[in-house]
């Protein structure tokens, strides 16, 4: 790797990956955000990233050493290499009346401040540097053009001494900090909005970071990272091959079953059987020996696995034996960002063949992150488009409301989405509910037009032959037309 494109780790796994790498070695970062939002951390975990053979360098402005030193022992992050220069006023200093001022270049005849920044730099030669926090200096400088001149003059003499420098910056509508953003080689913003704490990079002086924003977390063990799913990964070569359900009928339907790779929605109304139909697939591919994920958006895994044993489909036993993951996720516990990387980790890391997102109103309202209302679509979409260019097969479940009446796909404009969509269907017939499954569309190949009835018992999912000699079955209310009903009743 050439010197001109080394690069230097934050420290943080997701911020190394929408950097492409981490910071560019002598470059140096804006870390910018109100309080409480993990500046501190973040330069924190920059610092401890070092070498055994590196040094590190904390320059505070601001809080109390004690203070630094305790967050870094509480989140793992007291390197060795890590040195701390207090400049901050202590409160023997305020309580002696001393002075506190910073001094240009040209006026370093006392202890200023500047120059013992450069003793120290010159004597530790540090790898990297953290400034904490860079606006502190406005303060203390006599104007604006002296505090930009201070800065240049400190930039220039780290990137001298070979340090990479990340500063963090106390930004706030009433103190912009416009000028320390073009003087610096790369921008991070970090914003909470609503519940959601937000990083995005809108500058950096090498190749063009992954775009945001993307949302991360301040955890027991230090910061966490998603990068936002951009389906911008190459395709990888998979076979031209159908997934099977392993229920005949139901593989009929499906002209085989569905195409590997691609996007299927269950669509019905609640109680139809579209997870249980949907786990059809995933049981039959743990029985050829391959991994499947299931984010339950709606019911817990314990519920999931019960009901399964019900069904004879057996998730438990899948589960034992590492052919399947089962992933609760409860109202406000993940970020869309940290789904989207939960899913590409079981496509890297455990090669899954099928994921199955199990209620898409309980995606749109349990994660937490979207942008607006179109958010939770847009990211489905992301979703679908990495999976396809990974030869993974997607069941997606989507309730409708409207159990008899008049026939409606889904609640909202997400069937494009779909490649192919199998719908399930009450009916009144004879007295009593019965419940069909049909196919509306397959984008990749044909697929019989016919509906089937579909029961769910002990024994597991069984598709009757198909229906013939009623209309009105995707209206609820069927009626004979050139068939006797003891000849449709025999169809059972």
């Known amino acids: 790797m050439s010197e001109a494109s080394a690069r230097e780790s934050t420290g943080v796994a997701g911020l190394d990956t929408i950097l492409g790498g981490g910071l560019i070695t002598e470059q140096n970062a804006l870390l910018r955000g109100p309080p409480g939002v993990g500046k501190t951390v973040f330069g924190l975990h920059f610092l401890s990233a070092c070498d055994a053979d590196e040094t590190a360098l904390y320059i505070n402005l601001g809080e109390p050493t004690a203070y630094v030193e305790r967050t870094a022992a509480h989140f793992g992050l007291d390197s060795p290499s890590l040195q701390i220069l207090e400049l901050a006023p202590t409160a023997e200093e305020f309580a002696e009346g001393g002075t506190y001022s910073l001094f240009s270049a040209a006026e370093v005849e006392g202890p200023p401040l500047v120059s013992e920044i450069i003793d120290t730099v010159e004597e530790r030669a540090p790898d990297r540097v953290f400034v904490d926090p860079i606006t502190e200096l406005r303060y203390l400088t006599t104007d604006d053009h002296q505090f930009r001149s201070q800065i240049l003059g400190l930039l220039d003499f780290l990137r001298d001494a070979g340090a990479t420098v990340m500063m963090a910056s106390q930004s706030a509508p009433d103190s912009p900090d416009t000028d320390l953003q073009f003087m610096t080689d790369a921008i991070i913003n970090l914003e909470r909005r609503r519940d959601t704490l937000t990083i995005d990079v809108p500058k950096f002086r090498g190749p063009s970071p992954k775009r945001g924003p993307h949302t991360y977390e301040v955890t027991t063990d230090g910061v966490e990272v998603w990068p936002r799913l951009h389906p911008d990964v190459p395709a990888v070569e998979f076979p031209d091959e159908r997934v ?249």
């Open 244 to 492: 099977s359900s392993g229920v005949p009928e139901l593989d009929k339907l499906l002209h085989g079953g569905l195409q590997r790779g691609t996007v299927t929605f269950f669509s019905g109304p609640t109680g139809a059987g579209k997870t249980t139909t949907s786990m059809q697939f995933v049981k039959e591919a743990a029985g050829r020996g391959n991994y499947s994920v299931i984010f339950s958006f709606e019911e817990s895994k314990r519920t999931m696995v019960r009901r399964s044993k019900a069904l004879n489909i057996g998730l438990e036993e899948m589960l034992e034996r590492d052919r399947l993951d089962i992933v609760e996720v409860r109202p406000g516990e993940y970020t869309a960002d940290q789904l989207t990387s939960m899913i590409r980790d079981a496509v890297t890391e455990d090669d899954a063949e099928i994921v199955l997102l199990d209620g898409f109103q309980g995606f749109k309202q349990n994660l937490r992150g979207f942008d607006d209302d179109r958010g939770p679509v847009d990211y489905l979409v992301s979703i679908g488009r990495y999976l396809r260019e990974q030869g993974v097969t997607t069941l997606v479940t989507n309730e409708v409301h409207d159990i008899t009446g008049q026939f409606r796909v889904t609640e909202e404009a997400t069937s494009n989405l779909a490649d192919n969509i199998v719908f399930l269907r009450y009916l009144e017939y004879n007295g009593s509910m019965e419940k069909v499954v049909g196919v509306l569309k397959m984008r990749t190949s044909d697929f019989e037009d016919s509906i089937r009835r579909i029961d769910f018992t002990e024994y597991g999912v069984t598709v009757g032959d198909p229906l013939e000699g009623l209309t009105g079955i995707l209206t609820g209310t069927p009626r004979f037309e050139g068939s006797s009903r003891s000849e449709t009743d025999g169809e059972r």
